[in-house]
């Protein structure tokens, strides 16, 4: 019954990438910033691979491009409130790094998103007025972030019993055990 699960997730991750009203579309992403300090933030879904690799798109030089160079292990949370269910995932983050894929996807990125990789300051720096934010014409800082999952908690929250699952990968393959909710 496990697989059956880990299915119903992966499915789940499949189809938020491809339909921007899906609930995992937005998801909560923890780095580990400065004095370890867990840093938790909301990005939007980019990409799901078959292998289960997700994406997003951030700005090179927000905080938590830095986070991922300084400790690369992540958690991301996605819940549907709709279906009540919480994927926990722990993962290992890497930029890319072909130039010809980030222009691509620069490319497909509509036009009012692109306005968020064009600032002249790094996202953070402190001003006093956001009218003093200036967008550069010639100059991005679009970035792609992937995360490959190492270990997926599956939580389904029912009125009776709730069901709950720990999927680990081992090396290319997928093992599941269900846990105490």
């Known amino acids: 019954m496990t697989n059956e699960l880990f299915h119903t997730a992966k ?26 300090s867990p840093r938790l ?7 799901v691979k078959d292998d289960l690799t997700i994406s997003f798109y951030t700005d090179k030089r ?14 991301l949370l996605f819940f549907d409130y709709s279906q009540m269910l919480q994927l926990k995932v722990d993962g290992i983050a890497y930029l ?22 064009t600032t002249d300051m790094a996202p953070g720096t402190k ?13 991005n800082y679009f970035s792609i972030v992937h995360i490959i999952p190492k270990k997926i908690e599956y939580l389904q929250l ?3 019993e709730h ?17 105490v909710p």
């Open 158 to 160: 029912k009125k009776t």
């Open 163 to 179: 069901l709950r699952a720990l999927f680990s990968r081992e090396d290319d393959s997928w093992e599941g055990s269900f846990l």
């Open 41 to 47: 933030r909301t990005v939007v879904l980019r990409d």
């Open 11 to 36: 499915a789940a991750l499949l189809k938020a990438a491809k339909e921007n009203s899906h609930p995992f579309r937005y998801f909560t992403m923890a780095t580990t910033g400065i004095n370890n």
């Open 96 to 117: 890319e790094q072909d130039e010809k894929l980030i222009k691509k996807a620069w490319k497909q990125t509509k036009t009012e998103a692109k306005k968020d990789y």
């Open 62 to 75: 927000s905080k938590k491009v830095t986070h991922i160079r300084e400790n690369n292990n992540v958690g």
């Open 127 to 139: 001003i006093k007025d956001p009218e003093m934010i200036e967008r550069l014409e010639s100059v």
